[in-house]
């Protein structure tokens, strides 16, 4: 499969995961979904290292890191977007979490050394601004913490911002590994984190109540979003430039707007869809600024 195509893909899938958590969880909690989620997700890339004939046991050094992987990137992370999810819109949710390049842009900056130039500091403050517009819906400050929607909003923004500090505290535990070994193992130990919430609230009887669509949503998220998603993404990874593939990461608002319209019939103000537009437009200046090495 052509890279570009890989990296496409994987886009589609997460932005129609927000669409399918927040379709799921009107049947079941946010703690049973992510760790079927993560349980599913972690079969698959399991599988795959299997028949890639691919160690399934990482090297024991390697097993401090994954440990911090798997909680900041599965355990965390998944737990604040499913709680935020269900105060938020998907919409919303996809917008916001085009915040991530931006993050990640900000924590280059403080841990590798990297100057900013005038076109990135201009990309951050049109994606803040944008961003401040997506969470406050245009409001006075006053009504920032109203409920339902906006303290949701807060959850998925400061998920983004913990996505970022993942891939950050990952990235030599990935070049060491590989991606899918990095993968597969923090997703393991991030869903053996979620195992004593999920036994403690009883997470196994709500399987019962779920409806055809919910089961769909939950096979969605875990094999689709957690398994594929990730697969798809990393083999494009491995052939194609990191820089052109994660221009493809602008398109996952867009998918996530048209599913949610489109599936959940969730409706779009003026001023969500003018703030999202401008965190990708600031999420494409920081990306296209040419990088200013620290001396």
Known sequence: MPPRLQAFLAVVLWGISFVATKAALREISPVTLIFTRSALGTLLLLATLAARRLPLVPPRASWGPLALMGFVGVCFHQLLQAFGIRLTT?????????????????????????????????????????????????????????????????????????????????????RRLGSLRATAGAMLVGGLMLTPLFLG??????????????????????????????????????????????????????????????????????????????????????????ARAAP
Do not use: C
């Not at 280059?108 to 601004?129: C, H, Y």
């Not at 602008?250 to 019939?265: G, I, K, N, S």
């Open 90 to 174: 998907a919409v919303q949710a996809g917008w916001i979490v085009g915040l991530i390049p931006i993050w990640s842009a900000v924590l280059a900056g403080l841990f590798l050394r990297e100057r900013f130039g005038t076109g990135k500091i201009a990309g951050l403050a049109l994606g803040f601004a944008g961003a401040a517009l997506v969470v406050s819906r245009g409001r006075a400050t006053p009504d920032l913490l109203a409920l339902p929607g906006t303290r949701g909003d807060l959850l998925m923004l400061a998920s983004t911002l913990n996505w970022a500090i993942y891939t950050t505290l990952g990235h030599a535990t990935i």
């Open 201 to 290: 609230t009883g997470g196994w009887r709500e399987y019962a109540t779920l409806s055809g669509a919910g089961i769909a949503a939950v096979l969605y998220l875990g094999i689709g979003a957690s398994g594929l998603g990730y697969l798809f993404w990393y083999g494009a990874l491995e052939r194609v430039e990191a820089s052109r593939v994660a221009a493809f990461l602008y398109l996952e608002p867009l998918v996530t707007l048209v599913t949610a319209v489109a599936l959940l019939h969730e409706p779009v103000g003026l001023t969500t869809l003018a703030g999202g537009l401008v965190v990708l437009a600031g999420v494409a200046l920081v990306q296209r600024a040419p």
